[in-house]
């Protein structure tokens, strides 16, 4: 018989034996005494020393490390027979062709060749791409013929240390649909990692990127008994499978990928390590999940009906003969976290199939069975956007995508100030105190603030992908100024202002009163020519005017601006800082004019009418209150929509009027609730019991559903009933004063009070 390779393959316990030889960095060789000198002559060192023999080593080349790197991530990835050493050679004509890592697995055979060198550097790849070429054929036939059968044989380069030149890339790209495939070490790195996260189930992604577009004959046929329902494009199937043939065609990363880089890091951030890990060992400890795997097949299967009973058809389906077939919309722990059991060729999972979602209607069934039924934190949901409305063309979706790669990029580019400072789930934390910000704060900020919106005209740059570089290179920009403005500050973190998720979200409100007043005032070229320098002159000239305001402030009043999170009080205390601008040239006057009123209190108010506005409005406000708590309690409105709180404060109050008029003891004892509540509360007892969770629903619609908005409203005007109940000089500043007096009025409008003034629409 015709030998086709020379060398050894090995399987089974041969291949752990041998993996633990290829993960030391060095040789070892044990050898009689007499050699000694002959191999240190050689570069070799004295290990241990025997009676009559001598260990030795000598750390390993480069070349010999990556082939080493290479098995054993192929070995890792499940692949069951492969080349035990360097000697393993194929006949290829009248040659024999040395191969540094041969690796099979099933019906998939790789043949890979390795390049290193010490220092990073230049090098000419091509000589060895055309060898590689010219020697397939020959290569692929012995293969086969050793094996006797037709096998899927592909060609791998993988380098290190090597700076490809442009025509070595192209060369290379133009065979990869030809079996022939490169990766540089990111690659391998992104692989490596993808291993550590899904063990031998990598496998099946990097088939996935491999084999894109491609018919897998070879694949085996994956058939399971199955229910089918729903019509035309809402069709799905229900079934239940064996992990092990899942996970052969599931995927979470999008299909389009195919930067082994991008697919490690849309796991990373769709599957956690240690809930794997978890879900592992609940498994082999005969744990079981009984609920349905989602997912949706990007290729129509085949379905042999066999029965019908009424709507319910059941028949056989058959699974799409490609790798990536399946994208999982939710169970991605579930099913990968089968990956490393022994019972996953053996379990089953229950899973709902459908078929050829269009991609807006994945994205939104994985929102909402993300974000409505299970506890997936807003952070992760910002962080997934990329992938999950990847391809979606609905505008409100490619914004949530630009969004999130805007905050990826101002957290990750070495000239961002904002670099490492925000908490990204797919990003390792850094030090504590540095990682103190939020993805989800500060791309709700720019969502608020429509910044990158196209109707918006002002940081929309031609398309969403261009406005990604556009924006975050504008913003970097910008909060550059701010920092330098004010190091003392920016650098105390949340024990600061500026660098916290408030201050943040206040100056990106900044940040758009500054774009449209450069708009208005026709300096559009000041932030959009290629050169940020007279943009960031204008962020210091007016923008650091505010910063000039705050360094003035007590550090106590910074602290309080920084507690005071709610939507209503960013925007008041925006409103604060930028007054001065306000006043001076009319910068920002979208916040005041927005609802049809203004902050200043009218010179006509005095502070004797302000008073008597104040009392009317808690007296008005109180009986406001018992009217719709008695449409809906009825008799028992004090029992059940007055809060423990509230009572409590009242029955004080009482209690210390009798300490100083214990002759009205008798009466104030038995005062009935209508008369305790309209005479001992107070307007924090009122806003506590607006804002108390069964009650909302009832004055939910009087104050425009919006509760943070009314809340802030509430607290700038109980701020300035304070200063004035008191009669003393309360700390109330200009500002404050003005807020709290258009506060009142507010409330005044929702409750009736003027009936001038629609209240249906939202102010904000």
Same mark, same amino acid.
């Given at each position: ?84 050493? @360097? ?30 060198? &010490? ?11 055309? /060898? ?32 490809? #030149? #442009? ?89 389009? /990928? ?18 794997? %890990? ?21 290729? +129509? ?32 722990? @579930? ?19 459908? *078929? ?56 990750? +580019? ?26 989800? &704060?500060?791309?709700?900020?720019? @969502? ?7 109707? +918006? ?23 550059? *100024? ?121 010179? +006509? ?6 008073? *008597? ?34 009572? %409590? ?32 509360? %107070? ?22 559903? %919006?509760? /943070? ?21 309360? /700390? ?33």
């Amino acid at each position: 018989m015709k030998t086709y390779f020379y060398g050894e393959l090995i399987e089974d316990e041969e291949l752990e034996k041998t993996a633990k030889q290829r993960q030391k960095k060095y040789r070892e060789v044990t050898t009689p005494e007499r050699n000694k000198d002959s191999y240190l002559s050689k570069g070799w060192g004295l290990k241990k020393k025997y009676k009559r023999s001598v260990k030795l080593y000598k750390k390993k080349e480069v070349d010999e490390l990556l082939e080493d790197e290479v098995w054993l991530l192929f070995k890792n990835m499940g692949f069951t027979e492969m080349n035990k050493n @360097r000697n393993f050679k194929i006949q290829v004509g009248p040659i024999e062709k040395q191969i540094d890592v041969f690796a099979k697995d099933g019906n998939n055979i790789f043949v890979i060749e390795c390049k290193a060198q &010490s220092e990073k550097g230049p090098r000419s790849l091509r000589k060895d791409i055309h /060898e590689i070429l010219n020697l397939r054929n020959d290569i692929t036939q012995s293969i086969r013929k050793h094996y006797g059968q037709k096998l899927r044989v592909s060609f791998l380069l993988v380098t290190r240390n090597i700076t490809w #030149s #442009s025509t070595d890339e192209e060369l290379a790209t133009e065979n990869w649909r030809n079996g022939f495939f490169f990766w540089k070490e990111t690659d391998l790195e992104s692989y490596t990692n993808l291993t550590n996260q899904l063990g031998e189930s990598t496998r099946f992604q990097m088939y996935n990127i491999l084999f894109f577009g491609k018919k897998i004959p070879e694949l085996g046929d994956i058939e399971v008994p199955a229910i089918y329902g729903g019509k035309g494009k809402n069709k799905y199937y229900s079934f239940i499978i064996q992990p092990e043939k899942l996970l052969q065609v599931a995927y979470v990363h999008r299909r389009e /990928e195919s930067n082994p880089e991008e697919v490690s890091g849309t796991y990373q951030r769709m599957l956690k390590k240690g809930k794997l %890990d978890k879900i592992c060992k609940f498994i082999n400890g005969r744990g079981f999940f009984p609920n349905n795997i989602i997912l949706n097949f990007t290729e +129509e299967p085949i379905f042999d009906r066999k029965a019908e009973v009424g709507d319910i058809v059941y028949g056989i389906l058959k699974f799409p003969k490609s790798y990536g077939s399946a994208w999982v919309i939710d169970g991605q722990h @579930r099913l990968f976290g089968y990956s490393e059991t022994v019972k996953k060729a053996k379990d089953t999972l229950p899973v709902v199939a459908f *078929v050829k979602l269009k991609k807006v209607q994945q994205a939104r069934l994985f929102v909402e069975i993300n974000k409505e039924q299970t506890p997936v934190s807003s952070n992760l949901l910002w962080d997934l956007y990329p992938d999950i409305y990847y391809g979606v063309e609905e505008e409100k979706y490619q914004i949530l995508r630009a969004i999130s790669l805007i905050v990826k990029k101002l957290n990750s +580019e070495s000239d961002s100030l904002l670099r490492s400072h925000i908490h990204i789930p797919s990003v390792p934390k850094g030090p504590r105190g540095v990682t103190n910000l939020t993805m989800a &704060s500060i791309c709700e900020g720019l @969502r608020e603030n429509r910044l990158i919106d196209r109707e +918006e005209h002002l940081l929309y740059k031609e398309n969403y992908d261009d406005t990604v570089d556009f924006a975050s290179k504008i913003i970097k920009a910008y909060f550059e *100024v701010i920092a330098k403005s004010f190091p003392e500050d920016w650098e105390k973190g949340n024990k600061g202002l500026l660098r916290t998720n408030i201050g943040i979200r206040i100056f990106l409100v900044v940040l758009r009163q500054l774009i449209r007043h450069l708009r208005y005032e026709g300096l559009e070229r000041v932030y959009t020519k290629q050169d940020l320098k007279d943009f960031k002159s204008k962020v210091d000239e007016i923008v650091g005017r505010v910063i000039v305001k705050l360094k003035g402030m007590p550090v106590a009043k910074r602290d309080n601006i920084r507690k005071e999170s709610s939507k209503g009080w960013v925007l008041q205390n925006t409103q604060m800082l930028i007054w001065d601008l306000k006043e001076e040239f009319n910068f920002g006057l979208e916040l005041w004019r927005k609802g049809g009123w203004t902050p200043e209190v009218p010179k +006509e108010e005095t502070d004797g009418n302000i008073r *008597v506005l104040l009392e009317d409005t808690e007296k008005t406000l109180r009986n406001f209150i018992i009217k719709e708590l008695k449409k809906t309690y009825g008799d028992t409105w004090w029992r059940q929509g007055i809060t423990k709180g509230v009572k %409590d404060d009242v029955e004080e109050k009482i209690a210390s009027q009798v300490s100083t008029e214990p002759w009205k003891k008798d009466e104030l004892k038995n005062l009935d609730p209508e008369r305790k509540f309209m005479g001992f509360t %107070d307007t924090p007892n009122l806003k506590e019991t607006i804002q108390f969770t069964p009650n909302w629903k009832l004055f939910e619609n009087v104050f425009i559903k %919006d509760k /943070e908005y009314t809340m802030a409203q509430f607290k700038s005007f109980e701020f300035i009933r304070n200063k004035y109940q008191h009669f003393v000089e309360h /700390e109330c500043d200009e500002i404050s004063k003005n807020l709290g007096y258009w506060g009142m009025q507010w409330i005044r409008r929702c409750i009736g009070l003027d009936k001038t003034i629609k209240t249906s629409k939202k102010l904000k």
